[in-house]
């Protein structure tokens, strides 16, 4: 419940809702107040020329997924836990589970298993995502018996919550946390709430070292094209305000 409460207010906070909402209530202004009508239309302008710059976003989102960078080579953990998001199941027509962007974190939990980082991978996520990663994993070469399934979360809070229970069930001490470096550092900070020494295990990055140092040698060539705003950098800095906005709630009631 508390998970739809979540994505039913979020709708309204993330950049492309709330200048939805600014420019439907403008409609209802422009004849009785025209100059706040104007306002709200100059805010949505703004809103969409900075958030959905290509530019703004890349500094944006590397300000967050560059606070961890991955496991070096021979970091060890008694599991690796996944946060499962970006398959999607073989219902008809597929024929197979098929994978997103964001199954690359499934992808990085198989090489880390193959590379004997960890004995076992915990999945965790809702009934859809969790069983689709499951199959994705067991079609990558991952033995069943090394593969654990939490498929009761709707959201990262009840990922910890609901994954603690059968981590300390297998007397795990360390975990090899993986999910979307977008994401990672309210996923580290949720897990280390637990008590469990956690080593962050990032993937799916979306600002690599190329695409920065593209964008600081400032080429006027570079800068011309990249003046307009897009939905792909929009949707990416929505992404990134969501985790700051997020991070700072878990931070805020951790204290409390």
Request: hydrophobic share 50%; charged share 15%.
């Amino acid at each position: 419940m508390s998970g739809l409460i979540i994505s039913f207010l979020k709708q309204f906070f993330i950049p492309l809702g709330f200048v939805a909402l600014l420019l439907f209530i403008t409609l209802f202004l422009i004849k009785k107040h025209p100059k706040t009508a104007t306002w709200f239309v100059l805010i949505s302008l703004l809103i969409v020329g900075v958030f959905g710059n290509p530019i703004f976003s890349t500094f944006f989102t590397r300000s967050m997924e560059w606070r961890h960078m991955p496991v070096t080579a021979g970091t060890k953990a008694d599991a690796i836990l996944v946060l499962a998001q970006g398959t999607l199941p073989a219902d008809t027509p597929r024929q197979r589970v098929e994978v997103q962007e964001q199954a690359d974190r499934l992808l990085y939990a198989a090489m880390l298993y193959q590379q004997q980082a960890a004995p076992l991978i915990i999945i965790s996520g809702d009934g859809n995502q969790a069983e689709s990663g499951r199959t994705l994993l067991l079609e990558l070469g991952i033995p069943a018996e090394a593969i654990l399934v939490q498929d009761k979360a709707d959201n990262m809070r009840e990922d910890a919550a609901l994954s603690a229970p059968i981590i300390a069930l297998q007397n795990i001490k360390s975990i090899l946390l993986v999910t979307s470096a977008i994401q990672m550092d309210r996923a580290y900070f949720l897990f280390r709430q637990l008590g469990f020494e956690v080593t962050p295990a990032p993937t799916d990055y979306r600002v690599s070292l190329q695409d920065w140092q593209t964008l600081t040698s400032w080429n006027w060539r570079s800068i011309i094209t990249k003046l307009m705003p897009t939905s792909q950098a929009f949707d990416q800095s929505a992404d990134v305000i969501w985790e700051y906005v997020a991070l700072a709630f878990y931070r805020i009631k951790a204290i409390f």
